[in-house]
């Protein structure tokens, strides 16, 4: 029972698009299925088999997102962690990965002289010399310098760590290919499922995300953060170059895939989307 349920997906998780739309011929497979005497018994059967498949699917989908992880964490935490901190901090004389790191480090260093001479002045603080107030910008840049030696040994751990975590879902992918199909089908039939106001909603949220007009604050603080996971130079130039030639690619995607294929299959969709966005 369970391997014919997984052929039945794998087959339709790849089927080809026809020439009449698939609403027109959902519609009439649900007015032959009503007059069919036997219908009840498929629509029973129809139902056990999409229960399956969605128990299923949420198991693999668990599979596919938990296992790297916590390969992640695991080789992060108890392998890695332990072998980059000591080398980093013990064997290492240097305490910036990037320029970046150091930018940041001397403004805070900076900020907190500044703001240390200015509570003086407002009467905030007593007054202090010179050689103590120069104690304290110390004392504040050897914890500066620890905070960010902490995070180059971090953004050495992440490179490593997600790099072992691609590696072991890539290997998930290639050999659990009926997996894969079956995810494949179960979203699929997820998506056509949905009404055309929200397919049409759903469509109109993801590109004004990803490439609306006001998208690009947020790739840069994505893009940011993490260049900065990494530890690598958060290059403003190659920050702006991206913000400004991957949304443009993203949305040819989409209104490629909306032309090419949801038109096929939902063109109400479509016709609902243009009047939504309009």
């Given at each position: 029972?369970?391997?014919?349920n997984?052929?039945?997906t ?68 108890l ?90 879902f ?9 997996q ?82 949801l ?16």
């Open positions: 029972m369970k391997n014919w997984l052929k039945r794998n087959v339709s998780a790849f089927q080809k698009f026809g020439p009449i739309p698939r609403s027109i011929t959902k519609t009439f497979k649900k007015f032959q299925q009503e007059l069919n005497p036997k219908g009840e018994s498929e629509i029973i059967e129809e139902f056990q088999l999409s229960k399956y498949q969605t128990i299923v699917s949420i198991k693999y989908i668990t599979i596919f997102i938990l296992t790297p992880i916590i390969v992640n964490q695991v080789i992060g935490t392998v890695l962690g332990p072998c980059i901190n000591h080398f980093w901090t013990q064997n290492h004389a240097e305490i910036f990965l990037n320029s970046s790191q150091e930018e940041r480090a001397f403004a805070e260093l900076q900020r907190f002289e500044e703001k240390l001479r200015f509570d003086i002045l407002i009467d905030q603080l007593p007054e202090l010399s010179d050689s103590i107030i120069r104690s304290k910008v110390k004392l504040k840049a050897l914890d500066l310098a620890k905070v960010y030696a902490t995070e180059s040994s971090n953004a050495l751990k992440n490179t490593f760590a997600d790099i072992i975590s691609i590696i072991v890539v290997i998930l992918v290639f050999t659990k290919q009926k894969v199909s079956t995810l494949v089908c179960f979203i699929q039939n997820l998506v056509y499922k949905l009404s055309d106001t929200a397919k049409a909603f759903l469509i109109i949220l993801v590109m004004d995300i990803f490439v609306g007009f006001h998208s690009s604050h947020g790739w840069e603080v994505v893009v940011g953060i993490i260049l900065r996971h990494f530890g690598l130079t958060e290059d403003r130039d190659f920050i702006f170059v991206f913000i400004s030639t991957v949304p443009v690619v993203l949305d040819a995607f989409f209104k490629y895939w909306i032309f090419r294929y038109n096929r299959i939902s063109p109400s969709a479509v016709a609902t989307y243009k009047n939504m966005n309009e």
